[in-house]
């Protein structure tokens, strides 16, 4: 049980004033602690606990003046409060002032006075010591305030960098597991991608002011954005016009190719109507989707503070040369896709493709549409 006693350190050179001391304090609920000399009264006080110090001026060794002098150069009592036992004097009443004394009784002390002084500088040291206490209460709720802020925006960064190339449903899943390790470190993965840009881009940029430009991309990208969103692909980057998204990584899915064809498709049909509001501007703007299925290396690449989750191998590359070559609104497709497709995606053969850097031609196939209203991820119908 903590003692919340008020604690006085009584010091004098004579016991029978220590115990008529004691005898006065101790009956009010007071906690008496006595030295006999100055010596012992500046080692007993770092440990003391005291409130309160009671001093006689005279005393062997060194006296109540430079007793009370050393207080004041303590780490931590400098302003405990400290009381002269003086003699009726003015000349020491003004020493004991001088020393840093905050209040003096003189011998033979009156018992009214005595008690009425130190209860009074008793109950300024609580307030003092409630202020401090309250004052490192306070630095502490600041420190784990600015800690937690800290925390809360290291954590929004982290989010809003995930966002940028993942899933809704994986940065769901990040954020519940803590974890982005497992889900982000390097890795081999069967993934199938798809890339797409807009034909007639260059020249058009060329030619418009930045404004118009910027614009067009802003209408563009947000709606492949939400496509991407919804037929939950995984973005890589936008370069541009040019876009890249890849399927089964992160997360595995059963169907990445159907996804990648069924999500091509809508995203063909959107832009289609976007064109329709560029052409009334002037701008004759197309587009071009390049899917291809294959190994890569996935994983976090970047450095300190910018970081991007990305796929490399041939598959990419592939893609994004089968995107190249495909004419406006249409989406081509390498043979392993159109083959795991089957039952979804509706084609037609283009024959074998001359793509640069590649060594053999590519076989590949022209997606026309799907082959029956397959339902999305999100519950609506695209076809």
């Not at 003699?87 to 002032?97: N, V």
């Not at 470190?185 to 058009?204: P, Q």
């Not at 939400?226 to 876009?243: A, K, P, Q, V, Y």
Request: charged share 25%; aromatic share 6%; proline share 4%.
């Amino acid at each position: 049980m903590v003692d919340d006693r008020i604690t006085v350190l009584a010091v004098d050179d004579l016991p029978q004033n220590l115990r008529l001391l004691d005898a006065v304090l101790s009956p009010r609920g007071y906690r008496v602690l006595t030295a006999t000399s100055g010596e012992a009264a500046l080692e007993m006080l770092p440990d003391s606990g005291a409130d309160l110090v009671l001093l006689d001026v005279v005393m062997p060794g060194i006296d109540g003046y430079e007793v009370c002098r050393r207080i004041r150069g303590m780490p931590g009592l400098e302003f405990l409060p400290v009381v002269m036992i003086t003699a009726s004097g003015d000349h020491e009443k003004l020493h004991a002032i001088e020393a840093g004394a905050d209040d003096f009784v003189t011998k033979p002390f009156d018992q009214g006075e005595l008690l009425a002084r130190v209860a009074n500088l008793a109950r300024i040291k609580r307030y003092q010591d409630t202020i401090e206490r309250q004052a490192v209460e306070l630095a502490e709720w600041n420190g784990e305030l600015e800690a937690r802020v800290a925390a809360q925006v290291d954590e929004l960064e982290r989010v809003n960098r995930l966002r940028r190339f993942l899933p809704p449903q994986l940065v769901e899943l990040v954020i519940d597991t803590g974890d982005d390790d497992s889900f982000l470190g390097s890795h081999r993965r069967e993934i199938v991608v798809v890339f797409c840009d807009l034909r007639g881009f260059t020249a058009f940029a060329e030619s418009s002011e930045p404004e118009e430009v910027m614009g067009v991309l802003g209408e563009y990208h947000a709606a492949l954005g939400e496509l991407i969103d919804r037929f939950e692909g995984t973005l890589e980057r936008f370069t541009g016009d040019g876009l890249m998204v890849f399927f089964n990584d992160p997360i595995p899915c059963e169907d990445p190719a159907a996804r990648a064809v069924q999500m091509s498709v809508a995203m063909r049909d959107r832009v289609e109507q976007l064109a329709e509001g560029w052409s009334r501007r002037g701008n004759d703007l197309g587009f071009g989707v390049g899917i291809a299925q294959g190994y890569a290396t996935l994983g976090r690449i970047g450095f300190e503070g910018r970081s991007d989750y990305a796929a490399i191998g041939s598959v990419t590359n592939l893609a994004a040369r089968l995107c190249a070559a495909a004419a406006p609104s249409q989406i081509l497709v390498a043979q392993r896709v159109f083959g795991a497709t089957d039952g979804v995606a509706v084609g037609e053969p283009v024959g074998e493709l001359e793509l640069k850097g590649f060594s053999r031609p590519v076989r590949a196939y022209a997606v026309t549409g799907l082959a029956r209203a397959a339902d999305d991820p999100s519950g609506e119908v695209e076809g």
